[in-house]
């Protein structure tokens, strides 16, 4: 089975939030390159940690829709990979390890429901094999999340 599959199956008997804490820690553990993954949820204008693992918490809990890369990706509702974070003044530091990131949006229609976003230790890591991956895992969510609302 495919990792997505893998997912799809690991999350079917979760209500939402177990599932969204079960899909960070699979992805987690899965790719190596991704060292920390957390799920944002929008709530009005903010971004709201739900879930995430990694070696340790973010402090970063709640993220202004107009702030950081994880806001750029809600605001434009695209995935936004950042090869090099140290480069990119839009990038909101949370470690000091962290070297590049990836942040999908979870969408229902053309409204954002909230996000995917994983750092990497590993200088521009994420490719178009990880965006195609991921926002698979985020249409997983999406409608995980409609079903159980
Ligand atoms: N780096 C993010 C902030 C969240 S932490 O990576 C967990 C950003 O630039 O929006």
Redesign the pocket.
């Known amino acids: 089975m495919d990792l997505l599959s893998t997912l799809r199956h690991e999350i079917a008997g979760l209500d939402f939030s177990q599932a969204l804490q079960k899909a960070v820690s699979f992805l987690r553990k899965s790719v190596a390159h991704y060292n920390?993954v957390?799920v944002?949820m929008l709530e009005g204008d903010e971004?709201v940690?739900q879930a995430?693992d990694?070696p340790e918490p973010?402090q970063?809990g709640r993220?202004p829709i107009g702030?950081?890369?994880?806001?750029?990706?809600a605001r434009e509702k695209r995935t936004v990979i950042?090869g090099d974070?140290n480069a990119?003044p839009?990038?909101?530091?949370?470690?000091p390890y962290?070297r590049s990131?990836i942040?999908v949006p979870i969408m229902r229609g053309t409204k954002v429901l909230g996000e995917i976003?994983i750092?990497s230790d590993t200088p521009y890591a994420f490719t178009e094999k990880d965006r195609e991956f991921l926002e698979g895992v985020a249409t997983l969510l999406g409608e995980r999340y409609v079903r159980d609302q």
């Open positions: 920390w957390g944002y971004l940690l995430w990694g973010t970063h993220i702030q950081g890369i994880c806001g750029l990706a950042v974070v990119d839009r990038y909101l530091a949370c470690f962290t990131e942040v976003d750092d």
